[in-house]
């Protein structure tokens, strides 16, 4: 009998061991949510279109902690008209997720808008874990009618100046 308790107690120690060496399978050191975020965005930018406002903006490649971005899945577009809050107007997905090549650069229209006044937005990154990256720059834009294409038929080259 204390044989057979003995041997069950060094079974229950061996199997504890196991697990605890085992753990959860991740061998590596914890990560702090604030470096699994992506880095923020530093480049937006905006323009008048002749639908509406245009904006632009670069892809994160990496996590604010440094190290490669892999599960990018979207970003969320905000815009404040003159003095006003800001609203998220836009999901924009990211389908290329696991192909060898990917988008680097993200454009959108915002048609809602009117000429003649003033806007401010801001992009934010989102992951497949639900992680959410700092506002990009704030850009601000008054929408204006863009000056129309020239007319092939009035249209002027200049005159070229002679080299000497």
């Not at 509406?52 to 670069?58: N, T």
């Not at 048609?111 to 934010?124: I, R």
């Amino acid at each position: 009998m204390k044989r057979a308790r003995a041997f069950l107690y060094v079974a229950i120690l061996v199997a504890s061991c196991d697990l605890a060496w085992l753990g959860c399978g991740v061998k590596s050191a914890p990560i702090p949510p604030e470096s699994a975020r992506p880095e923020r965005i530093l480049d937006l930018q905006a323009s008048s279109a002749k639908n509406g406002v245009r904006l632009s903006w670069s892809r994160p490649e990496k996590y604010a902690g440094g190290d490669k971005l892999t599960d990018l899945s979207g970003f969320t577009v905000s815009r404040a008209e003159g003095d006003g809050t800001f609203q998220n107007i836009r999901e924009v997905p990211v389908t290329d997720q696991g192909r060898f090549q990917v988008q680097p650069r993200f454009t959108i229209t915002d048609d809602a808008t009117q000429v003649g006044k003033t806007y401010h937005y801001k992009v934010v990154s989102n992951t497949t874990d639900d992680y959410h990256s700092l506002p990009s720059n704030e850009v601000a834009i008054v929408r204006k009618e863009p000056p129309p294409p020239p007319n092939p038929d009035t249209f002027v080259l200049p005159t070229p100046t002679p080299l000497h």
